[in-house]
């Protein structure tokens, strides 16, 4: 199975669920917007594609300077329509693998099947994802499980039917999956945004004392002029 | 199977035509005023080309051919339209007798307003296209590229409309219409090559 690297990040909604009034893509978690975060995962990946809807023209223009070559998708129903619709919209003209993000997937990349991304459940509303294994093999908002389904996920675009609500019930049909475990943090409540901006601080900060650490292992040249 | 259309000024040419006529001519302010308020949808279409034709009724047909001839075009569009020749259309307000001959070469089939003309010299407009209309005689599921506001009525109907901003921003009733938008032209024909 040959997957090729077309990554569909979904950025239509209103984050009614945050309460910001910007998309969610536009909020900014200390001091870049969440979009921004993402695109510094996807330097690599050549071909990005977003789908937008709520506050289309702003996030459009944010994304341009730095991705001009980013495919952008319309969801103009975007207030009636969930994330399945918008996945929808962008894997129908969709050839090969795609790799869905409602938010460090280089394993999905090379994992040569469809699969599915978990983290460890501490979101305000997760979805549980029950396993089998290494495999995901049901979801249940009511049954509680050590993780959550993050909203990252490796599938045929042929596999995304037309379904105008949310995406899980799209992914759900093709469980059992492969799970990838992952470092995530999901975001959908103001409880959710606050614990983003911790996590991503320790991000910073361990980031932070890693290029210490390598610097004073390979200390740089000394320029004596 | 898809039949793709393209508009011509700004889309498959790297610069929109009439101003580069009128600066050629000298007529630049005049013809850019207008474009750019046709473009943004503020001017309707057909009152538009009636004021650039009357401005440039001055200029031989045969001068403005020549600098149509010269305009830089998106060649990796063109490369996509060469290898899909069978399958792309051009749909044009622009008049026949200025872009034909440049249209003629990248494609076979191609709309535009039509002009009246004694010799070389421009008298008027015989029709003005309507690409509404114009669309309605292709068969078949059809993908618009364009970015004007004379595009709408194409990406009212298309299967797939791409609004295309390589050269400037895309009109924003295009924006409410189109289902991309698409900034880069290499992206432009990966995405035009997954739908062929």
Redesign the interface.
């Known amino acids: 199975m040959h997957f090729s690297k077309t990554v569909i990040i979904n950025c239509a909604g209103t984050g009614s669920r945050l309460g910001l009034g910007v998309t969610k893509a536009l909020v900014k978690i200390k001091g870049r917007t969440l979009i921004d975060w993402q695109l510094d995962l996807l330097e690599d990946v050549p071909?990005v594609r977003i789908v937008v809807g709520f506050n289309?023209?702003q996030l459009?223009v944010h994304v341009?300077k730095r991705r001009?070559?980013?495919?952008?998708?319309?969801n103009?129903r975007y207030m009636d329509t969930g994330t399945g619709y918008s996945l929808w919209?962008a894997a129908r003209?969709?050839?090969g693998g795609i790799i869905s993000l409602d938010g460090d997937f280089r394993l999905f990349f090379a994992l040569q099947e469809p699969c599915i991304g978990i983290s460890s459940a501490s979101s305000e509303e997760p979805l549980y994802a029950k396993m089998n294994g290494d495999h995901v093999t049901a979801f249940s908002f009511k049954e509680k499980s050590n993780f959550e389904w993050n909203g990252i996920v490796k599938t045929h675009a042929s596999s995304v039917h037309e379904e105008r609500g949310f995406l899980y019930p799209i992914i759900e049909k093709q469980l059992p999956l492969r799970a990838v475990n992952m470092n995530t943090c999901e975001i959908d409540t103001p409880k959710d945004f606050n614990r983003a901006v911790d996590w991503i601080g320790e991000y910073m900060d361990k980031r932070a004392h890693s290029r210490l650490g390598a610097q004073m292992k390979h200390p740089s040249p000394v320029n004596h002029g | 199977m898809r039949t793709f259309l393209f508009d011509l000024d700004g889309t498959i040419t790297k610069k929109e035509l009439l101003p580069e006529i009128g600066r050629a001519c000298g007529l630049y302010k005049e013809i850019a005023a207008l474009t750019r308020e046709t473009i943004a949808g503020s001017i309707p279409f057909h009152e538009s080309i009636r004021r650039r034709v009357d401005i440039l009724k001055q200029v031989p047909i045969s001068t403005v051919r020549k600098i149509v001839n010269s305009i830089p075009l998106n060649e990796p569009l063109l490369q996509f339209i060469r290898e899909h020749r069978n399958r792309c259309v051009i749909i044009t307000g622009n008049l026949d007798v200025w872009v034909k001959e440049l249209c003629s070469r990248i494609v076979d089939r191609v709309f535009y307003s039509e002009a009246e003309a004694d010799g070389d010299r421009l008298i008027g407009l015989r029709s003005i296209l309507n690409k509404a209309d114009a669309v309605k005689k292709i068969k078949g599921p059809i993908v618009v590229v364009g970015e004007g506001n004379n595009d709408v009525g194409m990406f009212e109907v298309a299967e797939?409309g791409i609004a295309c901003g390589s050269l400037h921003e895309p009109a924003s009733s295009v924006?409410?219409r189109?289902?991309?938008?698409?900034?880069?032209d290499?992206?432009l024909c990966?995405?035009l090559k997954?739908?062929s």
């Open positions: 071909d289309a023209d459009i341009r001009p070559d980013v495919l952008f998708i319309f103009h919209l003209h969709c050839t | 797939v924006m409410e189109a289902t991309h938008v698409i900034y880069n290499a992206t990966t995405f997954q739908l």
